[in-house]
């Protein structure tokens, strides 16, 4: 893996601000690879604060490995991920598209371990409060840059079945069938989050961060839960699609999401 530092926000709301308009803005592509960025006291005028604070701002991009500072050749983008290259999924083809993705990257195990399943685990996945899983803790990246971080609970008799080394090389959606289990459906909800100290060194990113949160229950086909999933990504690599359509009449004509449909269907 590319060693680079992991970003840190920069002391002062002041610069925090600056520093996350700025990071957002590089992100986002409106500050493209090779772009000079103003001078600081350009920078200072615009944001309505001082040079100094701006210089915090820019020391922490540049300590994130977002942009490189030069003397007397000013300060220049280092996008790290053109916006291309960020993972897209499907969400009416989602479960193909996770395995596709566990084949296409790769993984670093953080932990494995077998414990009494967490009350929200337990009761997400229709358990009693002694049942035992186990849990694993991967990052999961492209290109050698990390873009998830992802914690699983599957249950003890099936997690058995396949050992650490497995977990570290193979998609779990395949360990599972491997297992033998049978897998029909999953209930995802996405949310949002930040970045505390552990992930946020995981994924390479400033503590504090925005975070795309999915929590996913897969169950087989007798309606068991078989994994619960709780996963961070980075939204500068990862995105989620849905195809919408219109539908109703008159004033109650309004979007809705086309499951079942691809997006080139009418």
């Known amino acids: 893996m590319r060693a680079e530092a992991v970003q840190i926000l920069p002391d002062g709301v002041k610069a925090r601000h600056v520093y ?35 210089r915090r701002a820019l020391d922490a991009l540049a300590q994130g490995g977002m942009i490189e500072r030069r003397a007397g050749s000013g300060t220049k983008v280092r996008a790290r991920v053109a916006s291309g290259q960020r993972a897209a999924m499907d969400f009416n083809t989602l479960m193909p598209q996770l395995v596709e993705m566990g084949q296409q990257t790769t993984a670093r195990l953080l932990s494995f371990s077998y414990d009494t399943a967490p009350d929200f685990v337990a009761t ?10 186990q849990i694993a803790t991967r990052v999961r990246l492209a290109d050698d840059i990390p873009f998830s971080h992802l ?6 008799q099936i997690a058995q079945n396949y050992s650490e080394n497995d977990l570290a ?15 029909k459906e999953a209930h995802q909800s996405v949310s949002a989050t930040l970045a505390g100290p552990d992930v946020a060194e995981a994924l390479n990113v400033a503590v504090g961060s925005a975070l795309l949160s999915l929590r996913r229950v897969v169950r087989d086909v007798d309606g068991n839960g078989v994994e619960y999933l709780s996963g961070l990504y980075r939204p500068d690599m990862f ?25 080139g269907e009418g």
Do not use: C, N
Not at 23 to 50: H, N
Not at 239 to 263: C, D, F, K
């Open 20 to 54: 996350l308009s700025l990071r957002d803005q590089i992100t986002g592509g409106d500050l493209r690879d090779g772009e000079s960025l103003p001078g600081e006291q350009k920078l200072a005028e615009t944001f309505g604060v001082s040079r100094v604070t701006v």
């Open 151 to 156: 914690t699983t609970y599957v249950p003890a």
């Open 124 to 133: 997400a996945m229709g358990f009693d409060s002694k049942s035992k899983v």
């Open 239 to 263: 995105r989620l699609e849905m195809p919408l359509t219109r539908v109703g009449q008159g004033a109650a004509r309004h979007w809705e999401p086309a499951i079942g449909q691809s997006e």
């Open 169 to 183: 090389t193979k998609p779990l959606f395949t360990l599972l069938e491997r297992s033998g289990v049978q897998i």
